[in-house]
């Protein structure tokens, strides 16, 4: 008969971690479902399985400060410390039950949540007046071509995998369709700079701002 106090700790620990939940620490977790592995191991089975192209994975520090989280949040244990002559030790390290528990509560999280992300790009296109618009649209012209090459690369992984079931291309699929989505709108931005309807000046930005931003004065008088 299962301890009812040991089960209440394990969902206790699971509902801790879902606040503290990454994409790497994941993907850490779900390999860790099929059976106990080593770092070395996991690193490379995402490569094999193109999970880095999913985690920012450069290097395998990544990796082991991940495992440590885990493992500070009883979602992972060592399991053993494996001992090689002539080679560093080791260790194997395997999922908890409150980690399978935490596993697919943010498995749910995450598939379900929108927002509470911010990436660079949002903030700076909020901000494009800062440079002139010739300038804007260079850097603009060069996000887009990389894009496209990501799109190019994209394009020929699910080419490449024709065989593969679908369900196992579904990140490549939702990158085509987002990195598809981003190329088509720099473009339109890019037309509109360069034929001139999107443009602005140092005169025109401070007419807009008096605008919409009266001075203080005025603003505390209409507060009163």
Do not use: C
């Amino acid at each position: 008969m299962k301890d009812p106090e040991s089960n209440r700790g394990k969902g206790t620990a699971a509902r801790a971690a879902s606040g503290q939940r990454s994409s790497l620490g994941l993907l850490v977790l779900w390999q860790l479902f099929a059976g106990p592995k080593h770092v070395y191991g996991l690193q490379r089975l995402f490569e094999q399985q193109g999970k880095d192209r999913v985690v920012n994975l450069r290097s395998r520090a990544s990796l082991y400060q991940t495992i440590e989280r885990l493992v500070k949040l009883g979602l992972v244990e060592v399991q053993e410390t494996a001992r090689r002559e002539g080679y560093p030790d080791r260790i194997v390290y395997a999922i908890t039950d409150a980690g399978r528990q935490a596993a697919r509560q943010w498995l749910r999280e995450m598939l379900s949540t929108t927002g509470g992300e911010f990436p660079e790009f949002i903030a700076a296109i909020s901000i494009l007046f800062g440079l002139a618009p010739e300038d804007a649209q260079a850097q603009l012209e060069l996000r887009a071509d990389k894009l496209a090459a990501e799109l190019a690369e994209t394009e020929t992984q699910l080419a490449a995998n024709p065989s593969l079931p679908r369900l196992f291309l579904l990140e490549e699929e939702y990158r085509r369709a987002v990195l598809g989505a981003e190329v088509s709108w720099l473009r339109g931005v890019i037309d509109d700079l360069r034929a001139g309807r999107l443009t602005w000046s140092e005169q025109w930005l401070a007419e807009i701002f008096a605008a919409f931003h009266p001075p203080e004065e005025q603003e505390e008088k209409g507060a009163e």
